[in-house]
């Protein structure tokens, strides 16, 4: 089993930065990959950023060239650097594990942009 603690949501005025900590623990070297995915009232659960074991990183087209995905060696901690926020990035963002045959989710930290 694996837990997920995510922090580092508030509230940030168009065009700034917020820093998301996602803090791993239990069963962490069974990780294969870990993601920020993020909700929007009303809409879908969408993958924002993901990053493999073995470093190799994807993103949203909407979230390319703005946010950065980055992990320490030990999965420990995946962050989720995001700059030049916009209004249309307000959600609330989940951090989430995949590990063989399970994956698991934090209980999310929301972000809200104002224009």
């Known amino acids: 089993q694996v837990q997920l603690v995510e922090s580092g949501g508030g509230l940030v005025q168009a065009g700034g930065s917020l820093r998301l900590s996602c803090a791993a623990s239990?069963?962490?070297?069974?990780?294969?990959?870990m993601a920020w995915y993020r909700q929007a009232p009303g809409k879908q659960r969408e993958l924002v950023a993901g990053i493999s074991r073995g470093g190799r990183t994807n993103y949203a087209d909407s979230v390319k060239g703005r946010f950065t995905i980055s992990r320490d060696n030990a999965w420990n901690t995946v962050y989720l650097q995001m700059d030049s926020l916009k209004p249309e990035d307000t959600a609330v963002y989940y951090c989430?594990?995949?590990?063989?045959?399970?994956?698991?989710w934090g209980q999310g930290t929301q972000v809200t942009v104002s224009s």
């Open positions: 989430n594990a995949d590990l063989p045959f399970f994956e698991y």
């Open positions: 239990g069963r962490i070297a069974s990780i294969n990959s």
